[in-house]
Every structure is written in C-alpha cells, then in structure tokens.
C-alpha cells in the first residue's frame, strides 16, 4: 500500500503545485507588455523574404513591417471609420522625392536612411532589390511584371541617391506596383557576402534573415510557433512607432484563439470564424474591425467551355437559384458585402466590386432550364478548397439544396488545399467555389486576371469572349492615356457583360475580420489584408 | 548483451531501407502538387514550372530517389517548404517537445492506471473495479482534442488557474539553453526554478489530457494481467505460507505480471509520441506529429519522409529497450535475436 500512497500523493502533489501558479505578471513584465504586443494567428510565415520560393502569406506580413519600399500608401477613412490604404495617394517611405515624367519615374533617396546594420541606405541597393525583383522568378517576378516591370535595364543608377526608372510601355499600374510588398529594398552589399554559386541572389540567406531598412527587424522565429521582432530605432521611413516588441504566436486551434483574447492575454488576433466574430462583436469587450476585401469577390465558377455550363440560359438559371440571403445570414453571419441584388444587370458607375441584379428565384431558374433543354436536369459535381471549409462547406451544401430544386443534382467534391490549386489549373471542374482578390485595385486589373481570354489562371471558367478582350483592353490603354471618358464606357462596358454573359457568379465581398483588445488601437487596412505594426499602440 | 543489442540493430537495417524506399513512392503519390502551392495564389503556369524546377521536381523519379538517398547518407533530410527549415534540425527541436508531453503524460497516467489495475484485480467486481472500468472507458472514448479544449475551458478560461495554452512557455520567458531538449531538465541544469515552474504549469493540462486517454489500455492491462497471475499455483502457495497481503500482490504477483503492461507501455508511448497531433494543436505545441500533418496537408515531402523515417528509428530502439527490459524483470527470458 506504501507504494501506491506514494505514487498517488506525489502526482496530486506536483498537479497542484504547478495549478496553482499564478498567471498574473511581475511589475517588471506589466511594463514591458504595454509596448509589446501579441499577436496570435493561425500559421506563420514559412520564409522572412517576400521573394524567397513559395513564400506563404503569413510572410508577407514579415516582409511588409522589415523592409522598406521606394513609396508607400496615405490613408483615408475606410468603410467602418477605420485607417484605409488610399490607392491614389502616395507618401514617401525610402524616397524623399518622386518625380513622374513621360516615359520615366526619378526617386532621389532620403538622405540619412541606413539599413539595419547601420550601412547607408544608396541607390546601388535599390537597383540591386528591384533586378532581384524583376529576375528571381516566381511569384516576385510575376507581381513585378503586373506593372509592366520586367527588365533589369529599366533600374538606372543616376548618382549615389538617385535612381530613375523607364517605362517600357505606358502603364498606370507601373506606380502602384513600386508601392506593394514585393519591391521592397535589401541590403544588397550584406546579401551579396552570403550568396553561392547556386543561389547567386542569396534567397537562403534573406530567408532567415531580415536585411532591410524598415521599421522592425525579426529578432528570433520558430518555424510554426513564433516570430519575435524588435523596433529599429533608427527607422527614417516615417514616424517611430509606439511598440517596441511584437510576439506573434501561432496558435492552431481558433477556440483558444478566442479564450486567449477573451481572457486578455491575446492583443489581437484574426483569422476566427464568422461565428466567433460575430459574438465577440456582441459581446462587446473587444475591438472589432470588418473591412471588406479591396477588389475581392467571393464566386461559383463555371467551366463555359463543356456543357452543360457552356449555355448561358443554364448559366442564368444558377444564378436565379443561388440562395444569396440564406449564404450571407447562415453562413457568413452578415460579415461579407452582398454582391447580388442591384436592380438590374446594368453598371450604373465605372468601379468594381459591384453587385449584379440576379437575386433568388427559382420559377424563374426553373423556366431559364426549360428554356435551355434541360427540363429534367442534370448531374454535376461542385468542388471547393477544403482549407477554407468553415465558409465553403455549409455554402456548397446551400447551393447544393437549391440547385437540387432545379433538377442540377450536385455531387460536392471536397478537395484538400495542396491540391485544389492543381485541380483549378486544369480548368476542369464544373462548378467550383472560390475566391479572387487584387492587390491593385482597379476594375481593369480584376478583368485582365479573371475575364480576359488571353486565359491567366485565374480565368478559371475558360471564358473566351472576343467582345470583353476589346473592352478590357481599351480599358487600360485609356487608364494609361488619361483618357477618362472613354475608360469609364468601357468599364461599364465590360461589367454589364460580365453579368450577362456570366461565366462566374460573384455573391459577395469576404471581410477581414480583425479582433483586439479595447486599449489596443491603430489597426489600419492594407491591400494585402495583413497587420502593420508601425501604426499599433497600446494604452 | 552487446552482441544481443548489435545483432539487433542489424536486423533492423532492412526494415529501415524498405521504410526509406516506401515512404519516398508514398509522398510522390500524394494527389497534390507542391509547386502549384508554393508557387502562391497569384502564379501562372510558367512560375508554377519555374518553382518546379527549382524545387528538382521536374527530374523523373529515380533522380529524385537517388538524390534524396545520397542527401540521407550525408545526414541531409532535406528542407521543409511549409516552415522553411531544414527537416533535421526542426525534427530535433521538436522531437523533445513531444518526447517530454507523451513521457510526462505516460508517467501520469501510469501513476493513476497500474495502482487502479491492481486494485480492480484484488478484487474483481467490487465498486473500484467497476470505478476502474468507468474511469478507463469514460477516458479513452472521449476524444483528445475534446478533452484538452474542456479543460482549456474550465481551467484556463472559466477558472484562471492553468496559463494561456501558447506552447512550451509563456511569452514572457525564454527557452533554457538547450541540453537535452526538455524544458523542464533544462531549466534546472541551467538553475532557473522560476523557468522550471513556467514549463511545468504549461504542461500540466496537455499531459493529463493525453494521461486521461491512455488510461484505458494500461490499466485494464495490468487488471487482466494481475487476475491471471493472482488465480495462479505460485501465488495460493504465497497466500497459503501466511506471507503478507503486500507482499504477495506487489513483490509476487505484480512483478510476474509486469511483461504484458511493458509491452502495453510500450506500444503506448510510441502511439502517443505520434498520434498526439490533436493534443498539439489544442496547446500550440510545438510538437512533432502537428509538423508532420501539417506537411503531408501542403504535400511537403521532406518532412513528412523524415517524419516516418524518425519514428521508425524510434519503434526500432523502443522495442529494443522493451525486449532488454524483459529480461531485466523476468531472468527466465531469453534475449534471441
């Protein structure tokens, strides 16, 4: 019996002595955490460098808030009365002075800027960062080329603080796109010491290391469960910020994401389920901020080139059976922007998003399928990404039960997140969720990716239309000329055909949904929906 | 004994060459695509190829086979896409992560397990055996994550007794200097108790949710195993001589009834130390079975080939220990090879 006391009393014992640990804070810490904050999300960033090889989103966050580009964003009032990104308004980050001539953009550098190392800030480094842009391939080279960006002999080095870029075409995405997270401007001398033969660019070396001239540097990262970065002090891009430390935890599970912030512990956190938003919201202990994606939609894609969807009478009787209102309320808990219901199919104003006129009617789906031969109806599969389920599975069922009352009999099709990219390539699937959304917001750019038939992957319907080419296309040489009357019909122009035509049917803006604490403030949103420490502070 | 221990490690080369071998065909097999995924929501087709080639998936697959051989013998698993890391080091930092939650939870639940099991033998169909039988049934078929997420609930949310579940430590703390990897022996080779209670209390509520799991199989092992033993000759014959009541359960029957809980421990740790991937993710542990899910979900090869390769290594020393430890309980097995 002596034994078993002993086993029983000594793990009661050190159970209780660890449960009974106070959670509270040392004075000392209470201090440190007024300029420290913690984040928590769901997955961090796999790679410090926004150029690096498959570099995922959580390390665009990283990027943004280490390095510095030529130019960046003033803000507005968004939505909701927060900070928003004014895509027409540019402020000087590294440059002090932006000249914009015909066929060329001089930046001279601000002066006293150094990298976090301490060496000058010159234009031999911005040259270097934007080739590396331009020439590493993958995704950087891809944004890059977004703005007619695409040779290194378009980066001249006029003197030590001066470097002026050529225009190879007249393009008005050529701006905006010097002043998103991809050109952002290394240390070029400490990169050029760790390079190899086999990675002349040093990738390796940027990957775990952050070399810019911006307002944090990373200071210890653990894959998968931290990022710890310290403010530079030194920073010249703009005004110091108020914290001093950020800890980004990665915490998996949205349900302890919740408890975390709810008891306080947490200072922010996103990516939680509408669900949870929405209560946090009503609870009102925390601050919560929904701002609808920029140039973001939220679609059932059709395949158009194999039947039965290569019909735009069936096309037409989906989008009278899609059950909008049911999607916003059950499934996104009112938290995205309805993209459905306008009074007609007509583009009154030349911007984008906007909503089309289908609206729920399934009489009227009903006689679109007569109409299209398809009086008993038919089978089909609808496939989603199983890596945003908590949306797209209760949507599909939706859709699904509604189709059903048209004769469409869905099969749903659950395709886990490495493949559903894969399976969106082939252009196969015959109906699909999914969503789009541009850094650069304007209608044009949206149309080129998704609309226009020389076929970018994003064109995930195959839709070939000679008519929409014109129109997209005169759409950009105006933008670029300055031509307003003309960019403005034809905007219209090939709005109202995307809803007659249909190939995809938009149902609504997504939000990104940020919660934090309530003497958390200066969230701002940015095009690439991820946080900017420099503009946090802490009460 | 050392000759038993290498004919052993011997005979282990073909099964890790045939686990080499199969692991590499089944990560290729995977439906997905890793270049499509890594190559960003924003790529075309050409940069999709280009991070292809740069990846070396464009080379057909014996290329790919003898390259990723060549890499092992030079100690190389090859890098994680997901984390960016190399596989080898990520596998060492969390390899002890998980070592020290499943040991923990293994201690805890066997101090709780083996006492009831032998309670409930002592005397079968009273109230403790049936308390041992709810207890053990109520554990294990409560889901993990279950489990974990109530007592995050009660004792973290609603009570303020547990801290935030955030992984091995408490943002404020920093890690020991690494020695052996466990946070809690690190801690006190580095003297620092405060560290020592910080890993702890972090502890505490995932390893009793994977001791509430691991109830069931030990302790109706030890149940089933010590009834055998007690209906035995040997042990009337204890009884019969007037030896005492602890003696003739614990020195007596329990020691000849230890081999078949060994082997039950055994298969427990080594399924905890992989399957605990729930636990994981309810604390933010970062621990080896998340690593591994979350690789095989991106099609990330490297680490998932280094996933199984580890835990192969491991089952292969595990069941080394445990055929030692027979003959260290029981003379009267012989250690064959």
Redesign the interface.
């Known amino acids: 019996?002596?034994?078993?006391d002993f086993?029983?009393s000594?793990?009661a014992a050190?159970?209780s002595?660890?449960?009974?640990?106070p959670?509270v804070?040392s004075p000392a810490?209470a201090q440190?955490?007024n300029e420290t904050l913690?984040i928590?999300s769901e997955s961090g960033?796999?790679?410090l460098d926004i150029h690096?090889?498959?570099?995922?989103v959580p390390g665009y966050e990283v990027s943004w808030n280490t390095y510095d580009r030529l130019i960046s964003h003033e803000m507005k009032t968004g939505p909701s009365g927060q900070p928003y990104y004014d895509k027409n308004k540019f402020k000087m980050e590294l440059a002090d002075d932006m000249n914009v001539g015909d066929m060329s953009v001089t930046f001279k550098l601000k002066k006293n800027a150094t990298f976090q190392d301490g060496t000058p800030v010159t234009a031999k480094d911005v040259k270097w960062s934007l080739d590396r842009a331009v020439t590493v391939?993958?995704?950087p080279?891809?944004?890059m080329r977004a703005g007619s960006l695409t040779k290194a002999e378009q980066f001249v080095v006029v003197d030590d603080n001066t470097i002026r870029i050529d225009f190879l075409k007249k393009d008005r995405l050529t701006i905006p796109d010097l002043a998103v997270v991809v050109p952002a401007i290394y240390n070029s001398e400490l990169v050029k010491k760790n390079v190899t033969e086999k990675d002349p660019w040093g990738l390796e070396y940027t990957?775990?290391n952050t070399v810019g001239s911006g307002a944090f540097k990373v200071t210890s990262w653990?894959?998968?469960?931290?990022v710890v970065l310290e403010r530079n002090d030194d920073w010249k891009g703009g005004e110091l910020p108020k914290i001093k430390r950020v800890?980004w935890?990665?915490?998996?599970?949205a349900?302890?994401r919740r408890?975390?912030l709810?008891?306080g512990?947490?200072d922010i956190s996103y990516e939680l389920p509408n669900k949870d938003f929405v209560e946090l919201k009503d609870a009102g202990k925390l601050n919560i901020i929904s701002t609808p994606f920029s140039n973001g939609i939220q679609y059932l894609g059709m395949n158009v080139k194999n039947p039965p969807f290569d019909n735009p009478k069936v096309r037409q009787a989906v989008a009278y059976a899609v059950p909008y209102q049911k999607i916003m309320d059950a499934v996104l808990f009112g938290l995205g922007k309805p993209m459905f219901g306008d009074k007609n199919n007509t583009a009154e104003e030349a911007v984008w998003p906007q909503p089309h006129g289908y609206n729920a009617d399934i009489e009227k789906a009903k006689a679109l399928m007569v109409e299209a031969g398809y009086a008993n109806g038919f089978d089909t599969t609808l496939s989603f990404d199983l890596g945003f389920a908590t949306v797209n599975e209760p949507m599909a069922v939706l859709i699904q039960e509604s189709l059903g009352q048209i004769g469409i009999r869905t099969t749903i099709n659950k395709i886990?997140?490495?493949?559903f990219?894969?399976e969106l390539?082939k252009k196969v699937l015959p109906l699909y969720l999914n969503v789009f959304s541009g850094w650069l917001d304007y209608p044009e750019y949206f149309f080129i990716w998704c609309y226009h038939g020389n076929n970018?992957?994003f064109n995930t319907m195959s839709y070939q239309s000679k008519d929409m080419d014109a129109l997209i296309d005169g759409a950009v040489t105006a933008a670029a000329t300055g031509d307003q009357a003309s960019y403005e019909k034809d905007v219209k122009g090939f709005v109202d055909l995307a809803f007659a035509d249909l190939p995809r049917i938009p149902l609504y803006q997504p939000y990104s949904n940020v919660a934090m604490q309530k003497n958390v403030s200066g969230y701002a949103y940015w095009f690439h929906r991820r946080l900017d420490y420099r503009t946090f502070s802490k009460a | 004994m050392l000759s038993v221990i290498l004919k052993r490690l011997l005979l282990a080369v073909p099964t890790l060459i045939g686990v080499v071998v199969v692991t590499f065909l089944l990560t290729r097999a995977l439906p997905g695509d890793p270049a499509a995924y890594f190559a960003g929501p924003a790529a075309t087709k050409q940069a999709i190829e280009q991070v292809r080639a740069q990846l070396g998936l464009d080379k057909p697959l014996p290329v790919q086979f003898v390259r990723y051989v060549n890499d092992l013998a030079h100690g190389d698993l090859g890098n994680s896409l997901t984390t960016g890391q190399p596989v080898l080091a990520e596998l060492r930092s969390r390899l002890p992560a998980s070592a020290e939650l499943t040991l923990l939870g293994l201690i805890l639940s066997m101090s709780i397990a083996i006492p009831l099991g032998i309670l409930a033998a002592t005397k079968p169909g009273s109230i403790v055996d049936h308390v041992c039988r709810i207890v053990t049934t109520a554990g294990v078929s409560l889901p993990v994550f279950f489990t974990g997420l109530i007592l995050v609930y009660v004792f973290y949310y609603l009570l303020g007794w547990a801290p935030a579940p955030l992984g091995r430590l408490d943002v404020f703390f920093s890690a020991p200097r690494t020695v052996t990897g466990f946070y809690l022996i690190d801690s006190l080779l580095a003297g620092k108790f405060d560290l020592f209670r910080a890993a702890l209390a972090q502890l505490v509520l995932p390893a009793l949710t994977l001791a509430i799991f691991s109830l069931a199989p030990i302790a109706r092992m030890t149940r089933a195993s010590m009834l055998s033993v007690l209906a035995s000759d040997f042990v009337r014959t204890a009884r019969a001589s007037g030896l005492t009541r602890y003696t003739v359960v614990i020195t007596y029957a329990f020691r000849n009834a230890m081999l078949p809980v060994i082997t039950t421990l055994g298969m427990v740790f080594s399924f905890l130390l992989g399957a605990n991937v729930l636990v994981e993710k309810v604390f933010a542990w970062p621990g080896i079975g998340s690593y591994a899910v979350e690789a095989l979900i991106a099609s990330d090869f490297a680490p998932v080939q280094g996933f199984v390769l580890t835990m192969a290594v491991m089952y292969v020393i595990l069941n080394l220990i445990i055929d030692l430890l027979y003959g260290v309980v029981d003379p009267r097995v012989r250690i064959d090879a």
């Open positions: 019996m002596k034994r078993r086993l029983k000594s793990s050190v159970a002595a660890a449960i009974s640990m959670a804070f810490k440190a955490r913690l928590v960033p796999n790679n690096g090889v498959g570099t995922n391939g993958g995704f080279t891809f944004q990957k775990l653990t894959a998968g469960s931290e800890i935890r990665m915490v998996p599970s349900g302890n408890a975390l709810e008891r512990d947490a886990p997140g490495a493949n990219r894969t390539n970018s992957i």
